[in-house]
């Protein structure tokens, strides 16, 4: 079974320029999640879509990053302007759509420095 | 808020050594309980969890957790770790609701020497 995945693994910005970010889930995986996961801490949720819809984005920072889910398959984060303080790892996972008893399955991260 | 605090941050050990990670968690309902590993490089893996049942849960690489209801707690063991257990480990939470997403401890490093 193919894994998460995401691209690009490495991306280096400038403070103010904007950034994007690809998830593919595993197929028929209904739930997607972003993470983000700063150096020493675990990772935090930004985002969550079940299909195409948003189930809970209260952590995302709605002034600056975006993300969007089109057909319920892929989904894109972005960050537009970027600030320092957004150097970490963004985390995709994705999790089968049936009950609560479910793991989630990540990817191997996008790690963005801002310098 | 649910909350998760993992109480060791860096955990050296020599190969052989028993392990124990703690773990705690904030909530006051039912809960399904996690332990998630990083080895170097590579992505986030379940190690064991926890949704129902027996409170003692194996996992992978002979690694087991305990639930203590009455202590809100989910601690990682090994009787004996290994050199390739060095790695990052992570407790996570939700709420026994589908589709509720994780919530991470900071992570606990373990180094294992040979």
């Known amino acids: 079974e193919a894994g998460v995945a995401q691209s690009p693994r490495y991306k280096i910005i400038e403070k103010r320029q904007s950034v994007a970010f690809w998830c593919n889930p595993i197929s028929g995986h209904a739930t997607l999640y972003w993470y983000q996961q700063i150096l020493g801490q675990g990772p935090k949720l930004l985002i969550q879509f079940q299909n195409n819809g948003v189930v809970d984005d209260s952590q995302l920072p709605k002034d600056r990053f975006s993300a969007e889910r089109l057909k319920g398959v892929d989904s894109t984060l972005k960050i537009q302007p970027a600030k320092l303080e957004d150097s970490a790892v963004y985390l995709c996972a994705s999790s089968p759509p049936t009950g609560a008893d479910t793991e989630a399955f990540f990817g191997q991260g996008t790690r963005l420095t801002v310098v | 808020a649910q909350s998760v605090s993992q109480h060791n941050h860096h955990v050296i050990l020599s190969e052989a050594a028993s392990l124990e990670l703690g773990c705690n968690y904030s909530?006051?309902?039912?809960?399904?309980l996690f332990w998630y590993v990083q080895y170097p490089g590579q992505h986030l893996q379940l190690l064991l969890k926890y949704f129902s049942g027996d409170p003692l849960v194996k996992g992978i690489k002979g690694f087991e957790a305990e639930f203590i209801k009455s202590k809100f707690s989910f601690n990682l063991r090994k009787p004996s770790v290994q050199w390739s257990d060095t790695a990052e480990y992570f407790c996570a939470v939700n709420v026994n609701q589908a589709g509720t997403a994780l919530i991470f401890g900071k992570g606990t490093t373990l180094s294992v020497s040979s």
């Open positions: 909530y006051g309902g039912t809960v399904n």
